[in-house]
Protein backbone atom coordinates (compact mmCIF):
# COMPACT_ATOMS: atom_id res chain seq x y z
CA UNK A 1 0.00 0.00 0.00
CA UNK A 2 3.19 1.88 0.69
CA UNK A 3 5.73 0.82 -1.46
CA UNK A 4 8.36 2.21 -3.72
CA UNK A 5 8.68 1.33 -7.66
CA UNK A 6 12.44 0.79 -8.80
CA UNK A 7 12.63 2.15 -12.40
CA UNK A 8 15.24 2.63 -15.03
CA UNK A 9 14.68 5.21 -17.74
CA UNK A 10 16.88 6.25 -20.40
CA UNK A 11 17.05 9.96 -20.88
CA UNK A 12 18.91 10.76 -24.11
CA UNK A 13 22.39 9.99 -25.78
CA UNK A 14 25.21 11.28 -24.01
CA UNK A 15 27.49 12.90 -23.22
CA UNK A 16 25.54 15.85 -21.06
CA UNK A 17 26.11 18.39 -18.77
CA UNK A 18 23.23 17.11 -16.72
CA UNK A 19 20.01 15.83 -15.98
CA UNK A 20 17.93 17.00 -13.49
CA UNK A 21 14.54 17.88 -11.82
CA UNK A 22 13.16 14.35 -12.65
CA UNK A 23 9.67 13.19 -12.23
CA UNK A 24 7.34 9.83 -12.25
CA UNK A 25 3.86 9.93 -13.30
CA UNK A 26 4.18 13.65 -11.87
CA UNK A 27 5.79 12.74 -8.78
CA UNK A 28 8.74 14.41 -8.20
CA UNK A 29 11.76 12.45 -6.97
CA UNK A 30 13.87 13.46 -4.36
CA UNK A 31 17.40 13.64 -4.59
CA UNK A 32 18.20 10.90 -2.03
CA UNK A 33 15.40 8.43 -4.07
CA UNK A 34 17.83 8.64 -8.15
CA UNK A 35 21.04 7.95 -9.39
CA UNK A 36 21.77 9.11 -12.81
CA UNK A 37 24.82 9.35 -15.23
CA UNK A 38 25.71 11.54 -18.11
CA UNK A 39 25.77 8.91 -20.93
CA UNK A 40 29.73 8.58 -20.88
CA UNK A 41 31.25 5.89 -23.24
CA UNK A 42 32.53 3.29 -21.19
CA UNK A 43 30.32 4.43 -17.87
CA UNK A 44 30.17 2.54 -14.54
CA UNK A 45 26.40 0.84 -14.30
CA UNK A 46 23.20 2.69 -12.42
CA UNK A 47 23.02 0.11 -9.51
CA UNK A 48 19.72 -1.69 -9.88
CA UNK A 49 18.12 -4.62 -8.35
CA UNK A 50 18.31 -6.67 -11.37
CA UNK A 51 21.62 -7.30 -13.60
CA UNK A 52 21.43 -4.48 -16.37
CA UNK A 53 24.37 -3.21 -18.47
CA UNK A 54 26.04 -0.09 -18.48
CA UNK A 55 24.56 1.31 -21.52
CA UNK A 56 27.45 2.74 -22.88
CA UNK A 57 27.00 6.72 -24.33
CA UNK A 58 23.49 6.68 -23.02
CA UNK A 59 22.38 8.75 -20.31
CA UNK A 60 20.54 6.63 -17.82
CA UNK A 61 18.12 7.38 -14.49
CA UNK A 62 17.16 5.18 -11.71
CA UNK A 63 14.30 6.99 -9.98
CA UNK A 64 12.65 5.02 -7.08
CA UNK A 65 8.52 6.39 -7.15
CA UNK A 66 6.78 6.67 -3.53
CA UNK A 67 5.79 5.83 -0.96
CA UNK A 68 2.25 4.58 -3.23
CA UNK A 69 0.49 2.01 -4.03
CA UNK A 70 1.80 0.58 -7.30
CA UNK A 71 -0.19 -2.63 -7.18
CA UNK A 72 -1.85 -3.24 -10.58
CA UNK A 73 0.31 -0.25 -12.40
CA UNK A 74 1.94 -1.83 -15.89
CA UNK A 75 5.07 -0.91 -17.72
CA UNK A 76 2.85 1.41 -20.22
CA UNK A 77 1.52 2.82 -17.17
CA UNK A 78 4.96 4.39 -15.97
CA UNK A 79 6.46 7.28 -17.62
CA UNK A 80 8.93 9.79 -16.54
CA UNK A 81 10.40 13.40 -17.50
CA UNK A 82 13.15 15.61 -16.50
CA UNK A 83 15.34 19.20 -17.53
CA UNK A 84 18.34 18.05 -19.23
CA UNK A 85 21.15 20.53 -20.01
CA UNK A 86 22.45 19.03 -23.47
CA UNK A 87 25.45 17.71 -25.05
CA UNK A 88 29.14 18.28 -23.72
CA UNK A 89 31.04 17.49 -26.41
CA UNK A 90 30.15 19.66 -29.21
CA UNK A 91 32.73 21.11 -31.25
CA UNK A 92 33.66 24.67 -30.92
CA UNK A 93 36.26 25.71 -33.38
CA UNK A 94 38.59 29.00 -32.74
CA UNK A 95 40.19 28.43 -36.61
CA UNK A 96 40.01 25.64 -39.32
CA UNK A 97 42.44 23.66 -37.11
CA UNK A 98 41.63 24.02 -33.31
CA UNK A 99 38.96 23.60 -31.11
CA UNK A 100 37.08 22.41 -28.17
CA UNK A 101 34.54 20.29 -27.17
CA UNK A 102 31.63 21.87 -25.16
CA UNK A 103 28.01 22.92 -24.61
CA UNK A 104 27.40 25.08 -26.79
CA UNK A 105 23.45 26.97 -27.50
CA UNK A 106 24.44 28.31 -30.57
CA UNK A 107 22.96 26.83 -33.36
CA UNK A 108 25.69 27.45 -35.83
CA UNK A 109 28.08 24.38 -33.77
CA UNK A 110 25.00 22.79 -33.13
CA UNK A 111 24.48 22.22 -36.95
CA UNK A 112 28.10 20.73 -37.42
CA UNK A 113 27.40 18.33 -34.77
CA UNK A 114 24.17 17.05 -36.09
CA UNK A 115 25.84 16.76 -39.72
CA UNK A 116 29.03 15.33 -38.32
CA UNK A 117 27.92 12.62 -35.58
CA UNK A 118 28.77 9.71 -36.01
CA UNK A 119 26.37 8.03 -33.17
CA UNK A 120 23.04 9.44 -34.01
CA UNK A 121 23.90 12.05 -36.84
CA UNK A 122 24.81 12.33 -40.39
CA UNK A 123 28.15 10.87 -39.94
CA UNK A 124 30.01 13.32 -42.15
CA UNK A 125 34.03 13.15 -41.50
CA UNK A 126 34.97 16.76 -40.67
CA UNK A 127 37.81 17.04 -43.22
CA UNK A 128 34.63 17.59 -45.59
CA UNK A 129 33.74 20.69 -44.31
CA UNK A 130 34.49 23.97 -44.50
CA UNK A 131 35.03 25.40 -41.23
CA UNK A 132 35.71 28.89 -41.89
CA UNK A 133 31.76 28.89 -42.78
CA UNK A 134 30.57 27.64 -39.63
CA UNK A 135 33.23 30.06 -37.94
CA UNK A 136 31.67 32.82 -39.71
CA UNK A 137 28.23 31.54 -39.21
CA UNK A 138 28.07 31.02 -35.37
CA UNK A 139 29.73 34.94 -35.10
CA UNK A 140 26.82 35.58 -37.05
CA UNK A 141 24.43 33.55 -34.72
CA UNK A 142 26.38 35.44 -32.01
CA UNK A 143 25.64 38.87 -32.98
CA UNK A 144 23.62 41.15 -30.62
CA UNK A 145 20.30 42.69 -32.64
CA UNK A 146 16.98 44.17 -31.88
CA UNK A 147 13.86 42.59 -30.88
CA UNK A 148 10.80 43.55 -28.44
CA UNK A 149 10.03 42.10 -24.97
CA UNK A 150 6.93 40.23 -24.40
CA UNK A 151 4.41 43.33 -24.69
CA UNK A 152 5.67 43.67 -27.80
CA UNK A 153 5.99 46.80 -27.81
CA UNK A 154 9.80 47.62 -25.64
CA UNK A 155 12.64 47.25 -27.55
CA UNK A 156 15.14 45.00 -26.37
CA UNK A 157 18.00 43.41 -27.60
CA UNK A 158 19.16 39.57 -27.62
CA UNK A 159 21.47 37.29 -29.45
CA UNK A 160 20.65 36.86 -33.25
CA UNK A 161 20.15 32.69 -33.25
CA UNK A 162 20.20 30.28 -29.95
CA UNK A 163 19.29 26.33 -30.11
CA UNK A 164 17.40 24.55 -27.27
CA UNK A 165 16.15 21.18 -29.00
CA UNK A 166 14.89 17.72 -28.28
CA UNK A 167 16.75 15.77 -31.51
CA UNK A 168 14.38 13.03 -31.92
CA UNK A 169 13.44 9.80 -34.11
CA UNK A 170 12.73 12.05 -37.16
CA UNK A 171 15.19 11.98 -40.16
CA UNK A 172 18.46 13.23 -40.07
CA UNK A 173 17.33 15.56 -43.04
CA UNK A 174 14.35 16.76 -41.74
CA UNK A 175 16.07 18.20 -38.53
CA UNK A 176 18.85 19.55 -40.28
CA UNK A 177 16.21 21.80 -42.49
CA UNK A 178 14.46 22.74 -39.47
CA UNK A 179 17.84 24.21 -37.79
CA UNK A 180 18.78 26.08 -41.15
CA UNK A 181 15.51 27.40 -41.05
CA UNK A 182 14.87 28.38 -37.49
CA UNK A 183 18.53 30.23 -37.81
CA UNK A 184 17.62 31.54 -41.16
CA UNK A 185 20.79 29.42 -42.70
CA UNK A 186 21.34 28.48 -46.23
CA UNK A 187 20.65 24.42 -46.66
CA UNK A 188 24.44 22.89 -46.47
CA UNK A 189 25.62 22.52 -50.21
CA UNK A 190 28.88 20.85 -51.62
CA UNK A 191 31.39 23.15 -53.23
CA UNK A 192 34.68 21.63 -54.96
CA UNK A 193 33.74 18.76 -52.90
CA UNK A 194 33.71 20.52 -49.63
CA UNK A 195 30.35 20.90 -47.34
CA UNK A 196 29.46 24.70 -47.32
CA UNK A 197 26.87 26.68 -45.14
CA UNK A 198 25.64 30.78 -45.26
CA UNK A 199 23.30 33.07 -43.66
CA UNK A 200 20.57 34.32 -45.25
CA UNK A 201 22.11 37.65 -44.03
CA UNK A 202 22.33 41.23 -46.60
CA UNK A 203 23.99 40.74 -49.31
CA UNK A 204 27.45 42.58 -49.44
CA UNK A 205 27.63 46.04 -51.39
CA UNK A 206 31.38 45.11 -53.08
CA UNK A 207 31.81 41.63 -54.35
CA UNK A 208 28.15 40.41 -55.49
CA UNK A 209 28.50 38.67 -58.70
CA UNK A 210 26.16 40.42 -61.18
CA UNK A 211 24.00 37.57 -63.39
CA UNK A 212 23.06 38.13 -67.21
CA UNK A 213 22.59 36.49 -69.79
CA UNK A 214 23.08 39.36 -72.12
CA UNK A 215 26.43 40.01 -73.94
CA UNK A 216 29.78 38.24 -75.07
CA UNK A 217 30.53 38.20 -70.75
CA UNK A 218 27.40 36.42 -69.67
CA UNK A 219 27.01 34.27 -66.90
CA UNK A 220 23.60 32.35 -67.40
CA UNK A 221 23.70 29.67 -69.79
CA UNK A 222 22.67 29.62 -73.29
CA UNK A 223 21.25 26.46 -74.55
CA UNK A 224 20.30 26.17 -78.30
CA UNK A 225 20.70 29.77 -79.05
CA UNK A 226 18.37 30.86 -75.84
CA UNK A 227 18.91 31.56 -72.36
CA UNK A 228 18.12 29.21 -69.78
CA UNK A 229 16.87 31.91 -67.48
CA UNK A 230 13.26 31.42 -66.55
CA UNK A 231 10.79 33.69 -64.22
CA UNK A 232 7.30 33.22 -62.60
CA UNK A 233 5.35 35.21 -60.46
CA UNK A 234 2.73 33.55 -57.91
CA UNK A 235 -0.19 35.37 -57.42
CA UNK A 236 -1.10 37.43 -54.34
CA UNK A 237 -3.83 34.79 -53.62
CA UNK A 238 -1.42 32.36 -53.20
CA UNK A 239 0.71 33.71 -50.76
CA UNK A 240 1.51 32.98 -47.29
CA UNK A 241 0.22 36.03 -45.42
CA UNK A 242 -1.09 34.34 -42.05
CA UNK A 243 2.24 32.58 -39.86
CA UNK A 244 0.89 30.28 -36.96
CA UNK A 245 4.26 29.97 -35.17
CA UNK A 246 4.85 27.42 -32.51
CA UNK A 247 7.76 27.79 -29.78
CA UNK A 248 9.20 26.23 -26.74
CA UNK A 249 8.91 28.74 -24.05
CA UNK A 250 11.37 28.74 -21.47
CA UNK A 251 9.92 31.39 -19.32
CA UNK A 252 6.77 28.87 -19.17
CA UNK A 253 8.53 25.39 -18.53
CA UNK A 254 9.06 25.14 -22.04
CA UNK A 255 5.64 24.52 -23.13
CA UNK A 256 4.39 25.22 -26.42
CA UNK A 257 3.52 28.77 -27.60
CA UNK A 258 1.71 30.18 -30.69
CA UNK A 259 2.11 33.04 -32.11
CA UNK A 260 -0.26 34.91 -34.85
CA UNK A 261 1.37 36.78 -37.03
CA UNK A 262 -0.88 38.90 -39.74
CA UNK A 263 0.22 40.51 -42.60
CA UNK A 264 -3.45 42.63 -43.79
CA UNK A 265 -2.39 44.06 -46.65
CA UNK A 266 -1.33 41.08 -48.20
CA UNK A 267 -4.67 39.65 -47.10
CA UNK A 268 -6.70 42.55 -48.77
CA UNK A 269 -4.63 41.75 -52.17
CA UNK A 270 -5.47 38.06 -51.35
CA UNK A 271 -8.78 39.42 -51.52
CA UNK A 272 -8.61 41.41 -54.81
CA UNK A 273 -7.33 38.81 -56.74
CA UNK A 274 -9.93 36.37 -55.81
CA UNK A 275 -12.29 38.66 -57.55
CA UNK A 276 -13.43 41.08 -53.78
CA UNK A 277 -12.38 43.15 -51.49
CA UNK A 278 -12.53 40.80 -48.24
CA UNK A 279 -9.29 39.88 -46.20
CA UNK A 280 -8.38 36.23 -47.74
CA UNK A 281 -6.18 34.49 -44.62
CA UNK A 282 -4.05 31.97 -46.56
CA UNK A 283 -2.07 30.83 -43.68
CA UNK A 284 0.78 27.81 -42.50
CA UNK A 285 1.71 26.67 -39.46
CA UNK A 286 5.37 26.38 -38.54
CA UNK A 287 7.89 25.29 -35.53
CA UNK A 288 10.30 27.63 -34.26
CA UNK A 289 12.88 24.58 -34.08
CA UNK A 290 15.38 24.90 -31.26
CA UNK A 291 13.81 28.68 -30.73
CA UNK A 292 12.51 28.94 -26.75
CA UNK A 293 12.44 32.97 -25.69
CA UNK A 294 9.49 35.42 -26.64
CA UNK A 295 11.85 37.97 -28.21
CA UNK A 296 13.63 35.81 -30.90
CA UNK A 297 10.55 33.80 -31.68
CA UNK A 298 8.88 37.40 -32.74
CA UNK A 299 11.74 38.35 -34.48
CA UNK A 300 12.67 35.17 -36.51
CA UNK A 301 8.60 35.45 -37.09
CA UNK A 302 8.70 38.96 -39.11
CA UNK A 303 11.66 38.33 -41.01
CA UNK A 304 9.92 34.66 -41.65
CA UNK A 305 6.63 36.52 -42.60
CA UNK A 306 8.58 38.90 -44.83
Known sequence: QAGYLVTLFAVCEGPIVQAYNFYVNDQYIALNHQISNRGEVGQVKVPFP??????????????????????????????????????????????ADTYTKQYTTNRAWWLLH?????????????SRIVVQDWIDLASWCDDTVATTDVDGETPISSTRSTFNADLNERPTQQQITDICLGGRFGLPFNYNGKLRCIPLANAPESGTPVFTDQ????????????????????????????????????AYNWEPHKLILDDLDQQLKAGIASGDRTLRVVSKEVNAFGITNYGEAVRWSKLLMN
Open 50 to 95: TTTLNYSGTALARLDAGPKDWRGITADQINAECTVIGSNDVRVYSD
Open 114 to 126: VLTNKRWGYGLDH
Open 215 to 250: GADRNIVFENGRSTLRWSRKSDKDIVNQLKVTFDDA
